[in-house]
């Protein structure tokens, strides 16, 4: 199975969830994109172990089967859809989310997340078996 991973998923991943540990174990690819990795940065500039946490998250992305996935027209396309669709249905969701969801799609990688809005989004391979955090 190829994931993408939320930000909120490399969190989980972080503080030692074995549930998150296990899927990103077997995955045969893990991507993170763009969007995802500036929210991590963004939140590492305003801790107090910025230097720490992105030390950790450039090791994370050496990983050999670990892929970062740029967003480009086509994403920009997928995001489009993606907000027709959600405005269609009045279910918006973050912006940053739906680029997020676009990568995925554009990729056809399942989306590893807590947050639950993104099964408003139909086409979206989702891991439907996280709990809320």
Do not use: C
Not at 13 to 31: C, P, S, V, W, Y
Not at 57 to 76: D, V
Not at 85 to 91: C, D
Not at 95 to 107: E, F, L
């Amino acid at each position: 199975m190829e994931i993408l991973i939320d930000t909120n998923a490399y969190v989980a991943f972080k503080r030692g969830d074995k549930q998150i540990f296990e899927i990103l174990h077997n995955a045969k690819t893990i991507g993170i994109n763009n969007v995802v990795l500036g929210e991590l940065l963004a939140g590492f500039a305003v801790g107090n172990q910025e230097s720490k946490n992105q030390q950790e998250l450039y090791q994370f992305l050496e990983i050999p089967h670990i892929k970062l996935l740029i967003s480009n027209e086509i994403t920009a396309k997928y995001y489009a859809m993606i907000y027709k669709q959600l405005r269609h249905k009045g279910k918006p969701i973050p912006t940053n989310d739906m680029w997020i969801a676009a990568t995925a799609m554009q990729y056809d990688f399942t989306l590893l997340t807590y947050d639950k809005h993104f099964t408003n989004i139909d086409g979206l391979l989702q891991y439907q078996q996280l709990g809320s955090q």
